[in-house]
């Protein structure tokens, strides 16, 4: 298997096309290319589950994500810095210290995607 490179991730602008990974939640093909070369499949279903508590009153909301060794912290952000959730993850071999996703409700789904495809 290839070695992930996160430099790859900034060549993601837009998006021409969505995968589904459940009824109301869409990925762009840039973070559809990071859950499958990190092998982070994980982390588009713990956004995708906290989206729907959060709800669609924010139709905005950012997900930061930071790894210590072996754990990793999830924030959500209605994007001027407001947290709406957090997550704690026991365990990870996520093979990055961290990454940010954008989420948008688009009315009927909601997008999840790299800061880069906004």
Not at 57 to 81: I, L, P, Q
Not at 84 to 108: F, H, K, M, N, V
Request: proline residues 3%; hydrophobic residues 40%.
């Amino acid at each position: 298997m290839k070695k992930f490179d996160p430099a790859q991730l900034s060549y993601f602008t837009g998006t021409e096309k969505y995968y589904r990974i459940s009824r109301r939640h869409l990925l762009t093909e840039g973070a559809k290319y990071l859950a499958e070369q990190a092998a982070c499949f994980w982390l588009m279903d713990a956004v995708a589950s906290h989206l729907i508590e959060i709800g669609t009153a924010e139709w905005f909301v950012v997900v930061k994500t930071s790894v210590k060794r072996t754990k990793a912290v999830m924030v959500y952000e209605d994007g001027n810095g407001n947290e709406l959730a957090r997550q704690e993850i026991p365990y990870t071999d996520l093979p990055l210290d961290q990454i940010s996703l954008y989420a948008c409700w688009d009315g009927e789904h909601w997008v999840i995607m790299l800061p880069s495809e906004y």
